[in-house]
């Protein structure tokens, strides 16, 4: 699991219209209601475990900011259970 956090540096609110992961093994959760100027968000971004090795994704941001996705990445490398 791992959480943006981002400020809305723009003179609108934000809204995220649509946030997609770029696979079912990684599952974004993120703000409902418009984000006020000056105000902060999070996007947090849960990745399944149980998949071993290592990984990277990516979650695109449809927002009302701009007419291109924002795109975040996450990686990272899962250990099989007693490896570590």
Same mark, same amino acid.
């Given at each position: 699991t791992y959480e943006f956090v981002f %400020?809305?540096? !723009? %003179?609108e609110p934000l809204i995220l219209n649509n946030v997609r992961s770029s696979c079912g093994c990684t *599952? +974004?959760?993120?703000p409902? $209601? +418009? /984000?006020? =100027? !000056?105000m902060e !968000?999070? /996007?947090k *971004? /849960?990745?399944n475990t149980d998949i071993t !090795? =290592?990984?990277s994704k990516s979650i695109s941001l449809y927002t009302n900011a701009t007419? $291109? +996705? *924002? *795109?975040? /990445?996450i990686r990272g490398k899962v250990e099989e259970a007693g490896t570590l």
């Amino acid at each position: 699991t791992y959480e943006f956090v981002f %400020t809305n540096n !723009g %003179t609108e609110p934000l809204i995220l219209n649509n946030v997609r992961s770029s696979c079912g093994c990684t *599952v +974004p959760e993120w703000p409902q $209601e +418009p /984000i006020p =100027a !000056g105000m902060e !968000g999070k /996007i947090k *971004v /849960i990745y399944n475990t149980d998949i071993t !090795g =290592a990984f990277s994704k990516s979650i695109s941001l449809y927002t009302n900011a701009t007419e $291109e +996705p *924002v *795109v975040l /990445i996450i990686r990272g490398k899962v250990e099989e259970a007693g490896t570590l």
